[in-house]
């Protein structure tokens, strides 16, 4: 995995039903605005990308890597995208996030520092140092 | 996109078992990079911030770091097809720990053009009047 600033954020947008019951007008605004935003984020150099997700989708899991149809339809939680914030501190993201043009109808965004190492493995890394500190006292 | 959901399934692990599972992972990852089949790939860090209301006005703490669906990390994968993706879902070595990982296809445009076909000319014909707006002032 590359290495990354701590100063990388990933926007992931919940919910894939909000569009539904807008009229036409409130539709084309949406997602004009949404556009705009996108782009500007850009043109500012403060966002890398991002891309809208297909809905259908599958969930593999469990020891027998059981494959299910994603519960990722007509759900609040679903994400439906994402964005990829480039050299913003927090508050920054989170102002950013602020001017989703989705939030105005019950879109929900969540805000994620991107890590330079996976959680796990800095675990991992810090149960083989404790073991070595106790080997060698 | 491979999100990869329940980043505490290390949680009862001995050193050893963790170590093995970080070598597996670490091997996976690398022969899918050697196949070409990784676009990106970050893990994200456990805290975040979950934006809602009309206005963006409620900013709390999130998601939950503990639950099973919280997001952990992500990988971008070029994939022939939504069956091979889920293929190399299934390979995925930590599976057994109970890590899930939902498979979601990317999309060039945003899923509400695909529900509302008319949107399509509407914006582009709004986004050529924004253009012709900026470049005659």
């Known amino acids: 995995m590359s290495t990354t600033t701590q100063s990388d954020y990933l926007l992931l947008f919940r919910g894939n039903v909000w569009d539904r019951g807008l009229s036409p007008a409130q539709l084309q605004k949406v997602v004009s605005d949404w556009m705009a935003w996108f782009e500007r984020l850009k043109a500012e150099g403060k966002c890398a990308g991002g891309h809208p997700l297909e809905e259908a989708g599958k969930l593999v899991s469990g020891k027998q890597r059981t494959v299910a149809d994603g519960p990722f339809a007509e759900s609040k939680e679903a994400i439906g995208g994402y964005f990829y914030l480039t050299a913003v501190d927090e508050n920054e993201a989170i102002e950013i996030a602020k001017q989703c043009p989705g939030l105005e109808f019950g879109s929900v965004v969540e805000v994620r520092p991107v890590a330079d190492i996976c959680s796990v493995k800095q675990r991992a890394e810090e149960y083989s140092e404790r073991e070595l500190a106790g080997a060698r006292a | ?137």
């Open chain 2, 1 to 137: 996109m491979l999100l990869f959901r329940g980043p505490h399934w290390d949680k009862g692990l001995s050193t050893s078992e963790l170590q093995q599972a970080m070598n597996e992972m670490m091997a996976w990852f690398r022969g899918l990079n050697e196949r070409n089949k990784i676009k990106g790939a970050q893990p994200l860090a456990g805290r975040g911030r979950v934006i809602s209301g009309t206005d963006g006005q409620f900013v709390v703490d999130g998601p939950f770091a503990e639950s099973k669906e919280a997001v952990g990390g992500y990988l971008i994968l070029q994939a022939d097809s939504l069956g091979e993706a889920v293929e190399i879902a299934r390979a995925m070595p930590t599976l057994r720990y109970g890590i899930s990982v939902e498979v979601r296809p990317i999309l060039a445009e945003c899923p509400i053009f695909q529900r509302h076909p008319e949107l399509v000319r509407q914006v582009n014909d709004r986004a050529a009047e924004q253009l012709w707006v900026a470049a005659a002032a």
